[in-house]
């Protein structure tokens, strides 16, 4: 009798996943079964010539290489896990030279993209139907959460405008289909890895702020609707 994978899965004590891109140095390894402990750590590695090195800190190895005054750029402190990690999320809008205009992402859900697209449009005026639209996060990472909503926004926005994204701010929200930003989990340790690595403002949803203590590391800004949050990073 063969057994199928759905018996093997459960006959093991803990099942591991790891994920990269096969042009990228860093690889993911994700917990997707754990009997004895959690599923909500990570490890984060690079290859080298002598086998995979752990990245000890995985914030400053993904920004490094971040172009300073450059648009289409935003700075989001994402939860992988239980740990928090800073990453930046690149968009770049041009003009369409095909009847369909093109979408396409790299480490961010298509329809997740397609959403906020559709969001920009009617809620904020933002007419990108006749743009191509890329969204990138650096570094070959791959980033789930609903969290990272507003830094794709405010990415495309500047794109589109062509203005820079304030280089010492951090954004993170979800935001709902009515353009309001909404609540998140684990806000406490995205504001301390980005006061830690010597960002001086992170925008946050209001309903979170409110229940952060103030902090003289870094100044923390509440918004509550999309606009504001533009308003906040592109003045």
């Known amino acids: 009798m063969i057994a199928g994978p759905g018996v093997i899965e459960h006959m093991v004590d803990t099942v591991l996943q790891c994920e990269g891109e096969a042009h990228y140095s860093y690889r993911m390894l994700r917990a997707l079964k754990n009997r004895f402990g959690s599923t909500n750590e990570i490890g984060i590695f690079e290859m080298h010539d002598t086998g995979l090195r752990e990245v000890l800190n995985p914030s400053e190895v993904f920004l490094a290489e971040r172009h300073y005054g450059a648009s289409g750029s935003t700075v989001v402190a994402s ?42 449009d009617k809620r904020a005026g933002l007419n990108v139907g006749q743009h191509d639209v890329f969204v990138n996060i650096a570094g070959g990472i791959k980033i789930e959460e609903p969290a990272l909503d507003l830094g794709i ?65 870094i100044e923390i800004i509440g918004v509550d609707r999309m606009e504001k949050a533009v308003e906040a990073l592109l003045g």
């Open 79 to 120: 939860i992988e896990g239980s740990r928090p990690i800073l990453v930046e999320v690149q968009a770049l809008v041009t003009p369409t030279n095909y009847g369909m205009p093109q979408r396409t992402t790299s480490g961010v859900d298509f329809r997740r993209l397609a959403l906020l697209l559709a969001v920009l």
């Open 153 to 217: 926004a405010i990415s495309i926005v500047s794109s589109l405008r062509d203005v820079p994204v304030d280089s010492s701010s951090v954004a993170v929200g979800e935001i709902g289909l009515g353009g309001e930003i909404r609540t998140i989990s684990q806000i406490e340790k995205r504001v301390q890895e980005a006061a830690k690595l010597g960002f001086k403002r992170i925008v946050v949803p209001q309903n979170n702020r409110k229940a952060l203590k103030p902090t003289g590391e």
